[in-house]
């Protein structure tokens, strides 16, 4: 093996290690992806982790600094086609072999650097920061499950954002707790997060509801090989949407919701079943 190849290789094992310390249910969901999806995925994934890390962990450092530095190098390595730092060695690769237009990527950093400044979101600043933050994160995993294929790429683009959208504000509720208690932000433009009720609630979970919606639609027509990883990440986040609609908004405050391992188990099996009999 020629020594880039083995960099490039032991880069992609880094990216896979990132994506499992940090989500358990996008680790596994890969894992039932083709073999051709999964190293892709995962240099994503490691992409945006570390630049969502800079953001929301690194707060006894120059997060500014940190995250313009890591932009910087993001396209020094998609340029030279290489970098010393293995998570942005992998992701050059995907950007480069798939084609991921840099204005997607220009949009997501723009997004982490709303993230370190204390913003008041309006209507249109919350959907600058979904487009930046998760939108155009599910356009770069579709242009790596289209392979080339244009024209389905551009059919499945509303879906594969509303999806993404729809993963987001579910991670919005979620860490609601985090966000607003720890990190003083909150993203519902015109919500008063500590007055929080159950109306308001309702109000954000119908949205969130009409871009899952939207977003299974584009599961249904995506590859083969893509579309069973896929489904599975929607069933997580289907059941940790119902899990949180079902909980009242006082303990949402309180409380980071979860789905547990046993929980997690029996949607993969019963989301398995669904698939080997063709019903999704």
């Given amino acids: 093996m020629e020594a880039k190849q083995l960099f490039d290789k032991t880069s992609q094992k880094c990216s896979k290690a990132v994506t499992n310390a940090y989500s ?9 992806l083709h073999k051709d999806f999964a190293n892709p995925i995962h240099g994503i ?5 570390f630049a969502d890390e800079i953001v929301d962990s690194f707060h006894e450092f120059p997060k500014a600094h940190l995250l313009e530095r890591f932009k910087e190098d993001t396209y020094r390595a998609i340029d030279e086609k290489i970098s010393l730092n293995p998570i942005l060695n992998s992701f050059q690769f995907v950007v480069n072999e798939y084609g991921i237009d840099k204005a997607l990527i220009e949009k997501f950093l723009s997004s982490m650097e709303m993230d370190l400044r204390k913003e008041e979101y309006t209507q249109e600043k919350y ?4 487009l930046g933050s998760a939108e155009v994160v599910g356009l770069m995993c579709l242009k790596v499950f289209t392979e080339g294929n244009q024209g389905l790429y551009d059919q499945l683009t509303p879906s594969a954002m509303k999806l993404g959208s729809a993963f987001q504000k579910i991670n919005f509720l979620r860490d609601l707790k985090a966000d607003y208690n720890e990190l003083g932000r909150s993203y519902f433009p015109g919500i008063d997060v500590s ?23 584009g599961i249904l027509k995506l590859p083969k090989k893509a579309r069973f990883g896929v489904y599975l990440a929607y069933i997580y986040y289907t059941a940790l949407f119902k899990k949180i609609a079902n909980t009242p908004s006082t303990r949402i405050l309180e409380e980071r919701i979860s789905i547990s391992k046993p929980e997690k188990a029996s949607l993969l099996f019963g989301s398995y079943v669904r698939h080997s009999f063709n019903l999704i």
């Fill in 195 to 217: 007055r929080l009720d159950d109306a308001t609630k309702r109000l954000i979970e119908a949205d969130i509801k009409a871009d899952f919606d939207a977003g299974y639609e």
């Fill in 127 to 130: 959907e600058e920061y979904i």
């Fill in 24 to 32: 358990s249910s996008f680790s596994l969901a890969i894992k039932f």
């Fill in 45 to 49: 994934y490691g992409f945006v982790r």
